[in-house]
């Protein structure tokens, strides 16, 4: 079984992703976690290797070249904001949404960062990922046809949102697993 989980920055797709990935006992493949990798080889913020991914296509399909062929290989959880274009083969395509001023106020908890900075930083980030994917694969973020559900996470706890998954991959006629134990708290 393959879950996309996607969505803009710091709509929690990660956390989701892995706690999805630990419950179903999937592995977890992160576009994001290969992207600050190379961010970090590189001595670049995320901010500044977005924009040299701006004139280096090569860097978005590195990432998403990759991700594909992990996938590819079964069970997965997959995360990254192509990940249900990529992936159209995946037996469910999550899109995971919150309001700007909500993401920018994880990325700043997250990075340990000013709210401002954070504010800024994913806007930078996000004009510059809408044009690469434009430019290199002609896909717009705005288009949420590929998807399955799309979850406004600005509206329940990060453990409603892996519930709320979690029950769709229960339910689904491509899961062969026992339905998960709620987690226990």
């Known amino acids: 079984m393959i879950v996309t989980i996607s969505g803009p920055i710091g709509s ?3 956390t989701v992703a892995r706690a999805i990935a630990s419950r179903f006992n999937l592995r977890h493949i992160s ?9 970090e080889e590189r001595g670049m913020s995320l901010a500044e290797f977005s924009r040299y991914a701006e004139k280096h296509h090569e860097v978005d399909r590195l990432v998403d070249e990759r991700q594909v062929e992990l996938a590819k290989q079964g069970n997965a959880v997959v995360d990254g904001r192509l ?4 992936l159209p083969e ?3 395509k999550v899109w995971l949404k919150a309001p700007l001023e909500v993401r920018a106020e994880r990325v700043a908890r997250r990075e340990g960062i000013s709210y401002q900075q954070a504010l800024q930083e994913t806007k930078l980030r996000e004009k510059s990922e809408a044009k690469r ?5 002609g896909i717009s973020l705005d288009d949420l046809s590929p998807y399955d559900i799309v979850i406004n996470t600005a509206l329940y706890e990060a453990e409603d949102v892996i519930e709320i998954i979690s029950l769709c991959i229960s339910l689904s006629p491509h899961y ?7 987690e226990q708290g």
């Open 176 to 182: 062969s697993g026992e339905k998960p134990a709620p």
């Open 83 to 86: 990940t249900a274009w990529l």
């Open 12 to 14: 929690g797709k990660t």
């Open 133 to 137: 994917y434009r430019e290199i694969y």
């Open 90 to 92: 995946a037996e469910l």
């Open 31 to 39: 576009a994001g976690e290969v992207f600050r990798a190379l961010a």
